[in-house]
């Protein structure tokens, strides 16, 4: 099983950046992803998860300006981030699972994709 996150960067308070999860190794199209971010000094946040049909849900902090969708053909999920502020600087990791496993603790996440927000 493997996650691999790109297209982290630095932008623009107000910018938009599109973070992909490629996954192998498991059946793409039977499980929620999700993505999850930790801030410098602060602990896992959960931020959005998808279901196989492509409905989506977000955390408060996040809602309104992230879209989260998946390709489940090619396995893969795309986080669309809008409007950033300079608190969404963090780590983005992608999950396998949704919201109830996050909370488990026991998942398995890649090994995340840098976001820095900054003027």
């Known amino acids: 099983v493997q996650l691999v996150e790109s297209g982290g960067g630095v932008v623009l308070p107000g910018g938009s950046l599109r973070l992909s999860c490629a996954a192998s190794?498991?059946?793409?199209?039977?499980?929620?992803i999700s993505w999850v971010r930790q801030a410098p000094g602060k602990g896992l946040e959960w931020i959005s998860d998808?279901?196989?049909?492509?409905?989506?849900t977000y955390a408060d902090s996040v809602k309104d300006r992230f879209i989260l969708s998946r390709d489940n053909a090619n396995s893969k999920a795309f986080l669309q981030m809008n409007n950033l502020k300079p608190e969404d600087t963090a780590r983005y990791y992608c999950?396998?699972?949704?919201?109830?496993?996050?909370?488990?603790?026991?998942?398995?996440r890649g090994q995340g994709t840098q976001v820095t927000v900054s003027s």
């Open positions: 999950v396998r699972g949704g919201y109830n496993t996050f909370l488990t603790g026991n998942y398995i």
């Open positions: 190794g498991f059946s793409f199209i039977n499980w929620y």
């Open positions: 998808i279901e196989n049909t492509g409905a989506a």
